[in-house]
């Protein structure tokens, strides 16, 4: 089965700068690739997602890039905000609202 | 529009004891998940239901672990008897049709077994 690795787990940032998280999976077929960002106490909340036709996808700050050949793709966050503090997963499906598998996180806190 | 909404949100039962949680999709939603996510790690798939039918649960401890959804909306998910491995999380979520749309997940059960 699909198996999606995320890094770093922890991630530290001042206001303003920009976050980068990594994932890679390993089923080729995947081909529907959304990030999650999860707050305290809640359900994660999808945030952007790309599919595999696609090689980057922006939406306001952030952005996400794929490489299907590596099978690695990225979560880009500029200009981070105290309010982007959370728990960020990767995940990877065969298509969308199907079984999706899960990274094991990043925990990215952004300080003042 | 009425989000995923899941009940209880917190529990705590003891070891051998059995739970029940259920949950209740967006409206007119067709795919219904739910997922188990232990502290630190990210959600794990469990089972997923199509309307009223299981497309997947080759994850679901079926020994311990069984799922409901009748009549095609809510769902309950419950374990007998409960070990203390299954603290955790317990996440449901829905989308409009398999392979369309977002899933969108509820806020969680929070399991605690002791």
Redesign the interface.
């Given at each position: 089965g699909e198996n999606?690795e995320?890094h770093p787990s922890t991630l530290s940032v001042q206001e303003g700068d920009s976050a980068v998280i990594k994932c890679t999976y390993s089923d080729s077929a995947s081909n529907y690739f959304?990030w999650?960002k999860q707050e305290l106490?809640?359900?994660?909340?999808?945030i952007i997602?790309i599919r595999s036709n696609v090689g980057e996808k922006k939406d306001q700050r952030i952005a996400v890039t794929l490489n299907k050949t590596a099978k690695h793709f990225s979560l880009h966050i500029t200009e981070t905000q105290p309010e982007d503090s959370a728990v960020y997963?990767c995940?990877a499906s065969i298509?969308?609202?199907?079984?999706?598998?899960?990274?094991?996180?990043t925990r990215l806190q952004v300080t003042l | 529009e009425a989000g995923v909404a899941q009940s209880p949100r917190y529990k705590i039962i003891e070891k051998r004891q059995s739970v029940a949680f259920w949950c209740n999709p967006i409206s007119g939603h067709a795919t219904l998940y739910w997922y188990q996510q232990i502290l630190g790690q990210g959600p794990k798939l469990l089972i997923q239901f199509q309307n009223n039918g299981v497309v997947d649960d080759s994850q679901l401890p079926k020994d311990r672990f069984s799922a409901e959804r009748l009549k095609g909306v809510d769902s309950t998910l419950k374990i007998q008897p409960a070990k203390l491995e299954d603290s955790a999380v317990y996440l449901c979520a829905s989308s409009p049709q398999q392979g369309l749309g977002e899933a969108f997940f509820g806020q969680g059960t929070r399991l605690t077994v002791v």
């Open positions: 999606v995320q959304p999650y106490g809640k359900g994660p909340q999808l997602d997963f995940a298509e969308s609202a199907s079984k999706l598998t899960f990274g094991t996180g | -």
